[in-house]
């Protein structure tokens, strides 16, 4: 009889145990779920915020323009500024106002109104040659998503052809502080004063990638730094895990060598990093 009531007594508290340790299972698993629903609302009103203008011309017209745009969806002034500078980057100063909306239709109508002109002067020009030309212009603005997070980084990207031996291609980054929303610019991020110490990293980085020792054999290998020297650009990427110096077209190249960029990660840069980079 003692032998069976303290088996009765274990199995009693094992049956205690295992509903303890299930029940604490459920919570968890409540938890989590709790959790992927928050995340999922969070995800979606950043998603939201995010609006996008898209235009595509038909695909067989000669004188094409695509939009592709996205931009913030204006239901603050910090929003409003944000659009601002990306209307400015993408379209320069000939359209103002804050109505991001009414400035792409204005600059999509002039835009289209201007290639279908010139393309048809040229053919009148030039005859038959040109009856197949093609002119196009596209226009293509995202927010990064290698940025910092820390910033937010726009991307502005031009790619057009309207007659000559090629097109060109232009790439814009836009950093603006995720805190009060205004533009950085370098002197904000890096100790400027010690530009020939940061230019000798940015060569160093320059040289690895292209797997060479001195400025000669680049140049002689891809052409790079045969049409200038490096400089602090102010067209750059604040990413997670360094700085991105972009060079366009004919900066530091000629246009077969493309444009060039250079990452340099923020461990080598600590030295000369200010501002938001050092919080």
Same mark, same amino acid.
């Not at 002109?117 to 020009?125: A, P, S």
């Given at each position: 009889?003692?032998?069976? #009531?303290i088996?009765?007594i274990?199995?009693a508290?094992?049956l205690?145990?295992?509903?303890?340790? !299930?029940?604490?299972?459920n919570y968890?698993? =409540?938890n989590k779920? @709790?959790? %992927?629903e928050?995340?999922a +609302? #969070?995800?979606?009103?950043? %998603?939201?915020?995010v609006?996008?203008?898209v235009?595509k011309d038909?695909? @067989?017209?000669?004188a094409?323009?695509?939009?592709?745009i996205?931009?913030l969806?204006p #239901?603050?002034?910090?929003?409003?500024?944000?659009?601002?500078?990306?209307a400015?980057? $993408?379209? *320069?100063?000939?359209?103002?106002?804050?109505?991001?909306?009414?400035i792409?239709?204005?600059a999509?109508?002039? +835009?289209?109104?201007?290639i +279908?002109?010139?393309?048809?002067?040229?053919?009148?020009?030039?005859? *038959?040659?040109?009856?197949?030309?093609?002119?196009y212009l596209s226009?293509? *603005?995202?927010?990064s998503?290698?940025?910092s @997070?820390? !910033?937010?980084?726009?991307?502005?990207e031009?790619?057009d052809?309207?007659?000559?031996?090629?097109?060109s291609?232009?790439?814009i980054? &836009? #950093?603006?502080d995720?805190?009060?929303y205004?533009?950085?610019?370098?002197?904000d991020?890096?100790?400027t004063a010690?530009?020939?110490e940061?230019?000798d990293? $940015?060569?160093?980085?320059?040289?690895?990638d292209?797997k !060479?020792? =001195?400025?000669e054999?680049?140049? +002689?290998? &891809?052409a790079?730094?045969?049409?200038?020297d490096?400089f602090? %650009?102010?067209?750059?990427?604040?990413g997670?895990?360094g700085?991105?110096?972009?060079? *366009?077209?004919?900066e530091?190249?000629?246009?077969?060598?493309?444009? %060039?960029?250079?990452?340099i990660d923020y &461990?080598?840069?600590k030295?000369y990093? &200010?501002?938001?980079l =050092?919080?």
């Amino acid at each position: 009889m003692k032998n069976m #009531n303290i088996k009765n007594i274990f199995l009693a508290l094992f049956l205690i145990s295992t509903a303890a340790i !299930v029940s604490s299972c459920n919570y968890k698993q =409540t938890n989590k779920a @709790d959790n %992927t629903e928050q995340n999922a +609302e #969070n995800q979606q009103e950043e %998603t939201s915020n995010v609006k996008k203008i898209v235009k595509k011309d038909s695909e @067989d017209s000669h004188a094409r323009i695509d939009y592709d745009i996205e931009y913030l969806n204006p #239901n603050d002034q910090q929003s409003i500024n944000i659009n601002s500078a990306i209307a400015l980057d $993408m379209w *320069g100063n000939e359209y103002e106002g804050d109505d991001f909306i009414q400035i792409a239709e204005k600059a999509y109508a002039s +835009e289209k109104a201007t290639i +279908e002109k010139n393309l048809q002067e040229d053919i009148d020009d030039f005859g *038959g040659e040109y009856d197949n030309l093609e002119y196009y212009l596209s226009r293509k *603005g995202t927010f990064s998503k290698d940025a910092s @997070d820390k !910033v937010i980084t726009y991307i502005t990207e031009i790619n057009d052809y309207s007659g000559g031996a090629h097109g060109s291609y232009y790439k814009i980054y &836009t #950093n603006f502080d995720k805190q009060t929303y205004k533009k950085i610019l370098l002197t904000d991020i890096l100790n400027t004063a010690k530009e020939n110490e940061i230019l000798d990293l $940015m060569l160093k980085q320059l040289l690895k990638d292209n797997k !060479v020792k =001195t400025a000669e054999e680049l140049m +002689e290998k &891809t052409a790079i730094l045969s049409v200038s020297d490096l400089f602090l %650009t102010e067209n750059f990427l604040i990413g997670k895990n360094g700085l991105t110096f972009h060079f *366009g077209q004919y900066e530091i190249a000629p246009y077969a060598a493309g444009t %060039t960029e250079i990452t340099i990660d923020y &461990t080598s840069l600590k030295p000369y990093l &200010t501002g938001i980079l =050092t919080q």
